[in-house]
């Protein structure tokens, strides 16, 4: 059964960093894209980051180019979503989703999704 668990979210003052983990279980990580997403109240959920199957390719939203880094641990099951210079907008629940192979910045094309970590940015 294919299961992602978010961790690492917090409260943190702007300008802060944090290091969010999706663990993966039930499936082979290097088969599948595992994207990051986040709501925040009132808004629809937006895609941040994705790093896809087999080759790794990685992107980023714009809002977070500079600033986010998503990595794969495949002998851990662990995707990463690092988060520096955060800003107030970047409060959100942060989602992992899976998906086979290929990113997509669409959340209705992922099946698989975790609980979701709350990232609070403020002073």
């Known amino acids: 059964q294919l299961q992602l668990v978010e961790s690492g979210g917090g409260l943190v003052q702007p300008g802060g960093s944090l290091r969010l983990s999706c663990a993966a279980s039930g499936f082979t990580l290097a088969n599948y894209a595992i994207g990051w997403f986040r709501q925040a109240p009132g808004k629809e959920r937006e895609g941040v980051s994705c790093?896809?199957?087999?080759?790794?390719?990685?992107y980023l939203a714009d809002s977070v180019k500079g600033r986010f880094t998503i990595s794969r641990d495949n002998a851990k099951k662990t995707v990463y979503l690092e988060m520096n210079s955060l800003r107030d907008e970047d409060t959100a629940v942060y989602y992992c989703?899976?998906?086979?192979?290929?990113?997509?910045?669409?959340?209705?094309?992922?099946?698989?999704w975790g609980q979701g970590t709350q990232v609070t940015v403020s002073s």
């Open positions: 989703a899976a998906r086979d192979y290929y990113c997509s910045g669409h959340a209705s094309m992922f099946g698989s």
């Open positions: 790093i896809a199957g087999n080759d790794g390719v990685t």
